[in-house]
């Protein structure tokens, strides 16, 4: 069975370009997530999806960064336009069930912002 | 929001030996905590998961508690090996919102 995977795996950037990261999750798990870890910081939460709907986005910065579920399957994560604070490393998990299962994380995609 | 504090300090031990790492959380107790291996440049790989009404949990050579009087969890390798040498996570798990510490990074010499 396949993992969960991230593309690209690294992003260079200039501040105010738009960058778009991408994330399978496993196939058949409806709970998806996005997460991000800053340097030197903890992985914090952003946002979770149950198939296509959005079941909590009180992690997401601010409205520069834009997710979408198209189809309940894979998931896309839009920064746009860009900001040096948002260097850092996003990774994207998938569960089955939700609360109290597994989160099966994927490589995480650097983005780095100059 | 939950703050989890977890020791930033690296901890080094001998093979062989029991590696005990802390997770510290303030706030309310979660109904579910979780432990994850992090390695270089991959996502956390889940390892245990301790209910708030389980005092211990354990798979092969791990190890967890879970005390929601002292807001504490102990994560526990017995006999570690160099393969273990990684960054431990706890995880807080708070409907569906994942609250992370920073992480410990335990090495383990040969």
């Known amino acids: 069975e396949a993992g969960v995977t991230q593309f690209p795996s690294h992003s260079v950037i200039e501040k105010g370009q738009t960058v778009t990261l991408r994330c399978d999750p496993i196939s058949g798990h409806d709970n998806l997530y996005w997460y991000r870890r800053v340097m030197g910081k903890e992985i914090k939460f952003l946002l979770h999806?149950?198939?296509?709907?959005?079941?909590?986005e009180s992690g997401m910065p601010n409205n520069r960064f834009l997710a979408e579920r198209t189809g309940g399957t894979y998931s896309t994560l839009k920064v746009q336009p860009a900001e040096l604070e948002d260097s850092g490393v996003y990774f994207c998990a998938s569960s089955l069930v939700g609360w109290g299962d597994t989160q099966y994380f994927g490589p995480g995609t650097r983005l780095t912002v100059l | 929001s939950q703050k989890i504090e977890q020791n930033s300090e690296a901890l080094n031990i001998q093979e062989g030996k029991t590696a005990t790492l802390t997770c510290n959380y303030t706030?309310?107790?979660?109904?579910?905590l979780q432990w994850y291996r992090q390695d270089p440049g991959r996502g956390p790989v889940f390892l245990l998961l301790i209910r708030e009404n389980e005092k211990e949990k354990r798979k092969e050579r791990l190890k967890v508690t879970f005390d929601t009087t002292l807001k504490q969890s102990l994560f526990h390798i017995t006999a570690s090996q160099p393969a273990d040498s990684a960054t431990y996570l706890c995880a807080l798990d708070n409907f569906n919102k994942f609250y992370f510490g920073s992480g410990t990074k335990l090495n383990v010499k040969p």
């Open positions: 706030n309310y107790s979660p109904a579910y």
């Open positions: 999806f149950v198939k296509e709907s959005k079941q909590d």
